[in-house]
């Protein structure tokens, strides 16, 4: 059994390559004149340079990252990052044809078709390259419905009253230290604006990429939901395997108004680092929702199988009478990988419902924490909350914890919370085995049963890719 | 070697074997010999080593194998992995049958399925072909189909399980099964439907070997030949009429015969 597991042990990260292209970056190290560069070279008016020095002078006062987390890692240089980097042919897009072609290649690699001629079957696609956005597909098209999906930097120059109105109104930069550093130097991202009444015919999704070397990324993604409106969002990412760490630091920030739906969901695939934890990615993101219209409902699925890091909590604030958060979570580390992820559900309208569903696998070495607050403010009548909370380990070297707070401060209200640890069991590889499925196939199904409550919310692409990757990345995890 | 010294060779055949779990010794010099189309009941007290002799002849990887060896359709079966033994015919039909959540009952059988399939040069079947297999073989056991989709053993009654085994059995139609306790937590009913499902799929090809405590499953599949297991070793063998023996005198007799 050890031989064939060892083998898989060392396959390899199949997005690890790197891009040979000419890029244009900014000078390593962070001071004002840094956030002046990126907003210039970004064209930004004045309101968001403004926006961004803010936050800058916020984050200087902020003497330290936070401590309470379950893990530790080496101090980061934040003199030592690159804040941006962009490819060179500079685009100026007007039409995916002008997209260099080595850009184009890459995301072929990475199985995301961004030329519309091969598309993936309705999903509409914004593809960020390091600092910037190369490509968004479906633009057109959704623009008839007077839906808006384009990157950041365009939503910026197109429809600034918008980004006035959202950016900052669910994360602002004083939420934490993150959150500041990303509202100032954020290079790019996506914006998803769903106009009332419509729902969006598509599903719309971002593809990530990390390719410059040192390079941090801070990308910022806003969609907004007006009245009625509803919308699926898929977010992916990867990154060439490197030796040292780089930082993802991104915000994410999502707005429901009355009777809208915004469905979000991620498989994240940073890359994790080797066997001994060196390299591998960062990813320290500040993610949340706000319910703030009546009725309202804010799902969040991801899938964390990358870096070698992960530290977030996709949230929802239910500030809406009768709106309803959701949470649905797989993480896996394996190997030196570490996970902190939860959510937070804050309970402020009345009749508001939250669902927490997660579900921690963890191998090698791995340190897997679930870390969840459930609020209810005394406004909350008959609010109710629902968490499980499940963790699976395999082998005798990882570990999972979890952390739940509740907080209730309304006697209406109902809050249920159950966890459950499970081993991989020799007796379930066993009788898999007996009936003649291999290891390496009966972990893979055995660690999908248990994660099967998630993946059954995500859309049915996503669902296939993330079966398949919680496959990889397991491999060999039980010798 | 040949095909014609093949046909000359037991189905299996188990010499001195001794094994032993967290360093202690549970079989202690078993001989035992299996042909095709026979039918052998190992019976015996509790703690006498019939369960280890199952679990070590299916690739438990919790026990030892200190000395001997097991000869089955003339390879070396103790160095064969566990799932290329399942995939060569050796079927093991659990005393506690494992539970796993989330995944469907369908899934995992033709998962199996499929692997033994390929192990011998035939053509795997999609979802559509297996599950009309898997009906079909339902009806054998009894079983109701809202069983296709339920989580493997998850939920189930310990007789649904029992059932589950046998079903599985029938889907993966093994050379050699090796039921292990199967009519422990059985009412009659259960008792008898498992016992029909064997005896259905009893063929002069394969050979079963029936682990049990109890005479009474043996009212529905009649042995060849019982074997008295007690202390890690076979201490007596004889025909169907040794079972009855061992009802009406209980195990103390053969017992106190072994220990002299």
Same mark, same amino acid.
């Given at each position: 059994m050890n031989e064939s597991v060892n083998d898989i042990v060392n396959s390899e990260y199949k997005y690890g390559f790197v891009t040979d292209i000419e890029s244009d970056a900014v000078p390593r190290g962070l001071t004002e004149d840094t956030i002046r560069l990126i907003s210039k070279k970004k064209n930004e008016p004045s309101f968001m340079l403004e926006w961004r020095l803010k936050a800058f002078h916020h984050w200087q006062t =902020?003497? !330290? /990252?936070?401590?309470?987390?379950n893990f530790s890692y080496p101090p980061i240089d934040y003199q030592n990052i690159i804040y941006y980097s962009a490819p060179k042919k500079k685009p100026t897009l007007n039409s995916l044809d002008e997209v260099d072609k080595e850009l184009l290649d890459t995301y072929e690699k990475l199985g995301i078709s961004i030329t519309e001629q091969k598309r993936m079957s309705g999903v509409a696609v914004d593809a960020i390259f390091d600092s910037v956005s190369v490509a968004t597909t479906f633009s057109e098209q959704l623009s008839k419905l007077g839906i808006v999906f384009c990157s950041f930097s365009e939503a910026v120059q197109k429809h600034p009253e918008l980004i006035k109105k959202y =950016?900052?109104? #669910? #994360?602002?930069?004083?939420?934490?230290f993150f959150a500041a550093l990303n509202a100032a130097v954020f290079s790019d991202g996506s914006f998803c604006f769903i106009p009332k009444g419509v729902k969006c015919p598509m599903e719309l999704s971002t593809y990530f990429r990390i390719n410059a070397a040192e390079t941090g990324q801070f990308e910022r993604t806003l969609i907004v939901a007006e009245e009625g409106a509803t919308v699926s969002y898929l977010e992916g990412c990867t990154a060439p395997i490197r030796d040292t760490n780089q930082l993802h630091a991104a915000v994410v920030e999502l707005i429901a108004l009355d009777d809208a739906q915004i469905k979000y969901s991620t498989v994240q695939n940073w890359y994790a680092g080797d066997k001994e934890g060196r390299g591998g990615i960062y990813n320290f993101v500040t993610k949340r929702g706000k319910c703030a219209g009546k009725n309202s409902r804010i799902s969040w699925t991801q899938v964390e199988t990358g870096s070698a890091i992960t530290w977030k909590y996709p949230s929802v #604030? =239910? =500030?809406? !009478?009768n709106s309803v958060g959701e949470f649905y979570s797989v993480a896996v580390v394996n190997n030196r990988q570490i996970a902190d992820t939860g959510t937070k559900m804050l309970h402020i309208g009345k009749n508001t419902k939250s669902t927490i569903i997660s579900k921690g696998i963890s191998a090698g070495r791995g340190e897997n924490t679930y870390r969840g607050l459930v609020k209810v403010s005394p406004g909350a009548s008959n609010a109710r909350s629902y968490t499980q909370c499940d963790s699976m380990l395999l082998g005798n070297r990882c570990s999972a914890n979890t952390f739940p707070y509740i907080e209730v401060r309304n006697n209406s209200s109902s809050v249920e919370h159950e966890a459950s640890t499970s081993k991989i069991g020799e007796d379930q590889l066993f009788y898999c085995k007996q009936r003649g499925i291999d290891t390496e196939n009966a972990i893979s199904m055995i660690v999908n049963g248990f994660a099967k409550e998630v993946f059954k919310n995500l859309p049915m692409e996503f669902a296939v890719e993330a079966q398949k990757l919680l496959g990889v990345s397991l491999e060999g995890s039980v010798g | 070697m040949n095909d014609t010294q093949m046909k000359d060779e037991y189905m299996l055949e188990i010499k001195n074997l001794h094994a032993s779990v967290a360093g202690k010794e549970i079989l202690r010099g078993i001989n035992l010999t299996v042909n095709a189309g026979e039918v052998h009941a190992v019976m015996g007290p509790n703690g006498s080593g019939k369960s280890t002799l199952a679990q070590v002849l299916a690739g438990h990887p919790s026990y030892e194998i200190t000395e001997g060896e097991v000869i089955y359709k003339g390879k070396?079966?103790? /160095?064969?992995p566990p799932e290329e033994r399942a995939k060569d015919g050796v079927f093991l039909a659990f005393q506690y049958p494992v539970e796993i959540p989330g995944v469907s009952n369908s899934y995992f059988l033709k998962a199996g399925l499929n692997e033994v399939r390929k192990y011998r040069g035939l053509e795997t079947l999609d979802a559509l072909q297996f599950l009309k297999l898997l009906k079909e073989k339902m009806k054998i056991v009894e079983m109701d189909p809202s069983f296709i989709n339920r989580p493997v053993n998850e939920g189930f009654s310990g007789g649904e399980k029992k059932r589950n085994e046998i079903l599985q059995m029938a889907v993966l139609e093994p050379t050699l099964a090796i039921l292990d306790e199967t009519d422990s937590g059985l009412d009659i009913d259960a008792l008898r439907i498992v016992s029909e499902g064997v005896n259905t799929l009893k063929r002069p090809d394969n050979a079963c070997i029936v682990v049990t405590h109890y005479q009474r499953l043996l009212n529905y599949i009649v042995p060849d030949f019982v074997h008295v297991l007690v202390n890690g070793r076979i201490v007596k063998s004889g025909g169907k009429e040794l079972a009855l023996e061992l009802e009406a005198n209980g195990y103390d007799q053969i017992k106190e015969a072994a220990t002299v």
């Open positions: =902020l003497k !330290d /990252e936070p401590t309470w987390q =950016l900052g109104s #669910v #994360v602002p930069h004083t939420d934490n #604030v =239910l =500030l809406g !009478d | 070396n079966l103790l /160095e064969m």
